[in-house]
């Protein structure tokens, strides 16, 4: 499983890491939105890409967005600290596969990010 995780907070991106790693993905990252299309567009045939929704520049929101339209079979899982019904609904118009608010535990993660594969649209995943 290849795994972007994209947040300017580098706690939340090394917890991130070391949480989905013992789960045996490969695990990459960006501070930003920007950063986060030239790894994909680098990286290529992510199988989900973790989003914080609230970053500098453009926000996790048009991540989504650009991700949905030029990378349709990457499965999306935002992350907000501040999980409230216009932020879930913002995300799913966009077309996020799911969310869990910040701060979350391993097992919170862990879930989550099975719950998300779960839902999102089928692809030939590793």
Not at 15 to 21: E, F, P, Y
Not at 26 to 47: M, P, Q, S, Y
Not at 98 to 125: H, Q, W
């Amino acid at each position: 499983m290849k795994i972007l995780v994209v947040d300017d907070d580098a706690m939340v991106v090394e917890s991130c890491r070391r949480i989905l790693k013992a789960e045996g993905a490969t695990v990459h990252w960006a501070e930003d939105a920007d950063k986060a299309i030239a790894v994909l567009r680098g990286e290529g045939d992510f199988d989900l890409v973790l989003t914080d929704i609230k970053m500098p520049g453009r926000d996790g929101f048009e991540l989504i967005r650009v991700i949905k339209e030029k990378f349709p079979g990457t499965a999306i899982l935002m992350m907000t600290g501040y999980l409230i019904p216009e932020t879930i609904r913002r995300g799913t118009e966009f077309g996020a596969d799911g969310v869990i608010a910040k701060p979350f535990t391993p097992d919170e993660l862990t879930a989550s990010v099975r719950k998300t594969f779960s839902v999102a649209p089928v692809r030939d995943r590793k």
